[in-house]
């Protein structure tokens, strides 16, 4: 059921993703989709465009640490920063974290978590 608090905590985390440095194209492209129907008739359809997308660019801790320290992630961070990034994940991930810790990554998770409010 559709809530003010549901209105706000979404348009709050759309902003959040948007303003993420590492939020990936095809999903700014979505997130922007879903700013413009917020309030329409076409917002429910713009929510399930953004919950699929989000659902397949969520990384977990696991993916993240395999893809920044792949030979890509290392050509795009650079060996130190990559190595650190890889670090770091593999030490959130011994304290209990499942999610990537990037912004876009935390964000996304936090509208996955009420996904059955929003569709």
């Known amino acids: 059921?559709?809530?003010k608090e549901l209105d706000a905590f979404m348009k709050e985390k759309v902003d959040a993703l948007l303003e993420a440095p590492n939020c990936y194209k095809d999903l700014r492209?979505?997130?922007?989709?879903?700013?413009k129907a917020a309030g329409t008739?076409?917002?429910?359809?713009a929510t399930?465009?953004?919950i699929k997308e989000l659902e397949a660019d969520v990384l977990t801790i696991d993916q993240m640490i395999e893809l920044v320290g792949s030979e890509f992630g290392i050509?795009?961070?650079?060996?130190?920063?990559?190595?650190?990034?890889?670090?770091?994940?593999?030490?959130?991930?011994?304290?209990?974290?499942?999610?990537?810790?990037?912004?876009?990554?935390t964000t996304g998770h936090e509208i996955l978590e009420r996904k059955a409010e929003l569709l």
């Not at 008739?41 to 359809?45: F, L, M, P």
């Not at 650190?84 to 011994?94: F, G, N, P």
């Open 41 to 45: 008739d076409k917002e429910a359809e």
């Open 29 to 35: 492209v979505i997130a922007e989709n879903w700013k």
């Open 1 to 3: 059921m559709k809530t």
């Open 75 to 105: 050509k795009k961070f650079g060996a130190e920063t990559s190595a650190k990034y890889v670090a770091h994940a593999k030490s959130l991930k011994e304290q209990g974290q499942k999610i990537c810790f990037c912004k876009a990554c």
């Open 48 to 50: 399930a465009a953004l």
